[in-house]
């Protein structure tokens, strides 16, 4: 399987979701948006038929066991511990890419697989910015909702936060009853891709709906550039109080 410059297609595809499109060769016309993927649709597989599987409409999708499958969907594996001996048993099932959580082993940079780190919302900036430097190909969010899984404000600053900081793609979890609108501002928060649970056969309808949602989104602008704030610099409290000049100082 071809997996482009890296060594997994989907975290290429990650990517690729922010890159404009390549330049024309020759007298080629110019390349459009519609050669772009769009934000990536991703299935977490639960209880579900593994013969149902090839006909989920995700992009990619996730299951705790990995078993050879028939399908050109791309597959992962959710780690829970990361155990080496299981993730190169998911290498050689075809696994394209894992889930890891941050408290598991360590992965060595060579093994071939798309490496997604797991990594609860409440991290601190300054270990945030040391992922950059880590053998990793993409960030999860871990949200530790305790809502109903609907995108809110507060979520919003969060994308942002992580994806301004981090040089790598983001991926968060959303619920079913996601909107065309709230995924639309996603997108523009820079998150790559989206994970939605499945748990029987009867999620499949909502994941449909889900594909028609993000077929039907607006590619979001790549010429935005981020506003430089001036540091001005701060006056004087007026509760201040201004200090007196020693009398030692002053001249006889």
């Known amino acids: 399987?071809?997996?482009g410059e890296e060594m997994s297609?989907?975290?290429?595809?990650?990517?690729?979701?922010?890159q404009p499109p390549p330049p024309p060769?020759?007298?080629?016309?110019?390349?459009?948006?519609d050669t772009?993927?769009?934000?990536?649709?991703?299935a977490h597989v639960r209880?579900?038929?593994?013969s149902q599987i090839e006909n989920l409409a995700a992009d990619a999708i996730i299951t705790s066991e990995l078993k050879p499958v028939k399908t050109d969907i791309l597959q992962g594996l959710w780690m829970d511990k990361g155990n080496l001996?299981?993730?190169?048993?998911?290498?050689?099932?075809?696994?394209?890419?894992?889930?890891?959580?941050?408290?598991g082993v360590i992965l060595p940079a060579d093994k071939k697989i798309g490496k997604i780190l797991q990594i609860n919302s409440s991290?601190?900036?300054?270990?945030?910015?040391?992922?950059?430097?880590?053998?990793l190909d993409a960030v999860l969010i871990d949200e530790d909702n305790e809502n109903d899984g609907s995108v809110t404000w507060q979520k919003l600053m969060?994308?942002?936060?992580?994806?301004?900081?981090?040089?790598?793609?983001?991926?968060?979890?959303i619920s079913s009853a996601v909107t065309a609108a709230e995924l639309q501002l996603m997108w523009e928060a820079r998150v790559s891709g989206v994970i939605i649970d499945i748990k029987s056969a009867s999620d499949t309808a909502a994941l449909e709906n889900l594909r028609n949602l993000i077929n039907g989104l607006k590619y979001p602008s790549l010429k935005k550039q981020e506003k430089v704030m001036p540091i001005l610099p701060q006056a004087a409290s007026k509760t201040e109080k201004l200090e007196e000049p020693d009398e030692d100082d002053d001249d006889d």
């Not at 991290?123 to 053998?135: E, G, K, S």
């Open 158 to 173: 969060l994308y942002r936060r992580f994806t301004g900081m981090l040089t790598k793609p983001v991926l968060a979890t």
């Open 47 to 50: 209880n579900y038929p593994q």
């Open 1 to 3: 399987m071809y997996k």
């Open 123 to 135: 991290v601190t900036d300054v270990l945030l910015r040391t992922i950059n430097d880590l053998p």
């Open 36 to 42: 772009r993927p769009k934000i990536q649709l991703v």
């Open 85 to 103: 001996e299981k993730v190169d048993k998911a290498i050689e099932s075809g696994a394209d890419f894992v889930v890891l959580p941050s408290s």
């Open 9 to 18: 297609e989907f975290i290429d595809r990650l990517k690729q979701v922010f």
């Open 25 to 33: 060769m020759g007298f080629r016309p110019k390349s459009t948006d």
